[in-house]
């Protein structure tokens, strides 16, 4: 299963076979995870002859019209075998394969455009990074120069290309440019990368780059304790895109007019006013926190977590750690109050919601949750004082189920 709905894996109601929609977040992956196994089933047979991206596959083979012909029998078989249909052309010395037009009779190859098809860039005075713009028309040429075989193929293939870059509004003649291979050897040391990714917008005036790494450097000078993990070789900024005009109505839109049938359920406890959570206890994806209070007088503890699930689940997760003293290094709270049982001193736990947010979104690759919780402890120590500084490196639980290790 690769499709999630509310945390929960989608299953075909009827029937043992699993359909992928075309377009959905996982179809490519799908479609990879099969063709890759297709792939292997067919040079175990024919050798490395063929090669495959994503649905669209290419072989080239040295036999006679006959030979061929019955090797696009057997693989049309091991498809069928797999219940899979698959359309081959076999004896042609000319294929249009993606964005590239293969001539095997002339030994040459230069880009295909589809029939029909408009070719369109990023206009040149559109709110993305100068950097992405300022690359576009370069990126374009040495991709055209790239599929071209030789500068008489570019230049007669370009002319539609370069009417798409004036009319977005660039300069950038397009001139064939080959590619020249070098044998400098590649550096092999790495780096692990934290990268900071702000929103870009051109009616931001200040340079966020230049402030974010003034202050790095003044809040984490040479001399301290994390200057290893956070310093200007590891730590790199890049701007993102922010959403489009037309994104930003058509998600208010749907909001207003696919309004919720029915409200969720927020407690199911027997007495209401003996909810941990206020009537709220059903609440899922929240960044909650928790207030220890000893009788004896000491300055109030708290502590700072987040649930995915709904918040009583998380509860009855505390309080196992609470009862069983296997647990109690489990969290920072159970260790607390694990100290405070070992010295006989009574207490009291309240719970409140500090934020409603996101769980982890394997589209953007964020998760709301972690960055919430992370930044209440780094932002607003007196609310988490017993969390540990340290959990602001660890890396997001809400990711895993997720993984292809997973998946049964």
């Known amino acids: 299963m690769l499709l999630y709905h509310s945390g929960q894996p989608w299953s ?36 490395n002859t063929f090669g495959l991206y994503r649905d669209d596959g290419l072989g080239v083979i040295n036999d006679t019209a006959k030979n061929i012909d019955g090797i696009k029998k057997s693989i049309c078989k091991i498809f069928q075998k797999h219940n899979l249909n698959i359309t ?5 010395k000319v294929v249009n394969y993606l964005d590239i037009n293969f001539d095997i009779s002339k030994r040459t190859h230069k880009p295909h455009v589809k029939p029909n098809s408009e070719i369109l860039y990023v206009n040149s005075k559109s709110n993305h990074p100068p950097h992405i713009t300022r690359n576009i028309p370069q990126a374009i040429n040495n991709r055209l120069s790239n599929l071209s075989s030789n500068e008489e193929v570019f230049s007669q293939t370009t002319k539609i290309h370069q009417e798409a870059l004036s009319k977005s509004g660039y300069t950038h003649n397009l001139t ?41 450097e003044e809040e984490i000078p040479r001399d301290h304790k994390l200057y290893k993990i956070f310093n ?49 206890c059903l609440t899922k994806c929240i960044i909650y926190q928790a207030t220890v209070t000893t009788k004896d007088g000491s300055q109030p503890q708290t502590y700072v977590g987040t649930s995915e699930t709904e918040f009583k689940t998380r509860l009855y997760n505390h309080k196992s750690t609470f009862n069983n003293k296997t647990k109690k290094n489990h969290t ?5 109050i694990w100290k405070l049982k070992d010295k006989n ?64």
Not at 12 to 24: E, H, P, Q, V
Request: glycine share 4%; aromatic share 10%.
């Open 12 to 47: 075909k109601k009827c029937g043992s076979l699993f359909d992928i929609t075309m377009g959905s977040y996982d179809g490519a992956e799908c479609c990879t995870l099969v063709g890759i196994f297709l792939l292997y089933k067919i040079n175990q047979k024919f050798g």
């Open 88 to 92: 081959i052309e076999v004896n042609k």
């Open 176 to 216: 064939f440019q080959p590619t020249h291979t070098t044998s400098r050897p590649k550096r092999e040391r790495r780096r692990n990368i934290t990268w900071y990714n702000p929103p870009f917008s051109k009616s931001v005036t200040s340079n966020l780059g230049k402030q974010f790494f003034k202050i790095l």
């Open 232 to 280: 200007k070789n590891n730590i790199k900024l890049s701007y993102s895109c922010c959403r489009n005009l037309n994104n930003i109505i058509n998600s208010h839109n749907k909001r207003l007019l696919n309004p919720a049938s029915q409200p969720p359920r927020e407690c199911n406890c027997r007495n209401s006013t003996v909810c941990p959570l206020d009537g709220k």
């Open 332 to 336: 920072e709270l159970s260790k607390y």
């Open 345 to 408: 001193t009574n207490f009291d736990i309240t719970w409140k919601i500090m934020k409603k947010t996101n769980s982890y979104n394997k589209v953007t690759k964020r998760c709301n949750l972690c960055l919430w919780e992370k930044y209440f402890i780094i932002y607003q120590p007196s609310k988490s004082s017993l969390n540990n500084r340290n959990e602001i490196l660890s890396t997001c639980r809400h990711a895993r189920k997720h993984y292809l290790g997973n998946i049964t």
